[in-house]
């Protein structure tokens, strides 16, 4: 069974840049997550889907952070303009319902020079 | 104070030792608890479920107590293959996991 997909697994580029997360979830998971890993902070949350609608952005760092859902297959985390400060790992994660453990993708090295 | 807290270790055991780890959180409406998985530069993989009485896989052995709101994880007959990081996680009242930032474990020959 394919697991969460994400795409680029590794992303270098100068700061400014627009940046963009690809993820496909698990076929038939309701849930998607997005999370941002670094050293300092662990892992946090930054936005979740229920069914394709934003439920929680409270943890999108600011303005230069976006989300979408098209459709139930695909979602994508825009950075614009990016800064040295948001480089880290990005895993997408997902989940059938909401007690249901979440299944993460391999994740997004995102470095910003 | 942080939501979910753990120590942060490392904790350096031999083979065949055996090894706990204990998560405290801050929400006492939280209704769901696990223990997850993740190895250097991987994804976090769900290691086990914790249920209210406790449980049990091969050898983890995963606590909850409510009242003092913690979560124990307890490694038996350690591996070289357990060396990893744990992330103790729990679940509010809503979708959202909240992860602790992990106990690195280190198990030598």
């Given at each position: 069974?394919?697991?969460?997909?994400?795409?680029?697994?590794?992303?270098?580029?100068?700061?400014?840049?627009?940046?963009?997360?690809?993820?496909?979830?698990?076929?038939?998971?309701?849930?998607?997550?997005?999370?941002?890993?670094?050293m300092?902070?662990?892992?946090?949350?930054?936005?979740?889907?229920?069914?394709?609608v934003?439920?929680?952005?409270?943890?999108?760092?600011?303005?230069?952070?976006?989300?979408?859902?098209?459709?139930?297959?695909?979602?994508?985390?825009?950075?614009?303009?990016?800064?040295?400060?948001?480089?880290?790992?990005?895993?997408?994660?997902?989940?059938?319902?909401?007690?249901?453990?979440?299944?993460?993708?391999?994740?997004?090295?995102?470095?910003?020079? | 104070r942080?939501?979910?807290?753990?120590?942060?270790?490392?904790?350096?055991?031999?083979?065949?030792?055996?090894?706990?780890?204990?998560?405290?959180?801050?929400?006492?409406?939280?209704?769901?608890?696990?223990?997850?998985?993740?190895?250097?530069?991987?994804?976090?993989?769900?290691?086990?479920?914790?249920?209210?009485?406790?449980?049990?896989d091969?050898?983890?052995?995963?606590?909850?107590?409510?009242?003092?709101?913690?979560?124990?994880?307890?490694?038996?007959?350690?591996?070289?293959?357990?060396?990893?990081?744990?992330?103790?996680?729990?679940?509010?009242?809503?979708?959202?996991?909240?992860?602790?930032?992990?106990?690195r474990?280190?198990?030598?020959?």
């Amino acid at each position: 069974d394919a697991g969460v997909i994400q795409s680029p697994r590794h992303e270098v580029t100068e700061m400014g840049q627009e940046v963009t997360l690809r993820c496909k979830p698990i076929s038939g998971h309701n849930s998607l997550f997005w999370y941002r890993q670094t050293m300092m902070r662990g892992l946090e949350l930054l936005i979740y889907f229920n069914n394709n609608v934003p439920i929680d952005d409270s943890g999108m760092p600011e303005d230069r952070f976006s989300a979408k859902m098209p459709n139930a297959s695909f979602s994508t985390l825009k950075i614009q303009p990016s800064e040295p400060r948001d480089s880290a790992v990005y895993f997408c994660a997902s989940s059938t319902t909401r007690n249901q453990p979440q299944h993460f993708g391999d994740g997004t090295r995102l470095s910003i020079l | 104070r942080k939501e979910v807290e753990q120590d942060p270790g490392p904790f350096n055991v031999p083979e065949g030792a055996t090894v706990a780890f204990n998560c405290t959180y801050s929400n006492s409406a939280s209704q769901s608890f696990f223990w997850y998985r993740q190895d250097c530069r991987k994804e976090p993989k769900l290691l086990m479920s914790v249920y209210s009485s406790g449980n049990e896989d091969g050898r983890f052995t995963a606590q909850l107590n409510r009242a003092s709101q913690y979560i124990s994880l307890l490694i038996r007959d350690s591996k070289l293959s357990d060396s990893a990081t744990y992330l103790c996680v729990v679940r509010g009242n809503t979708d959202k996991l909240i992860f602790g930032t992990g106990t690195r474990l280190q198990v030598f020959p």
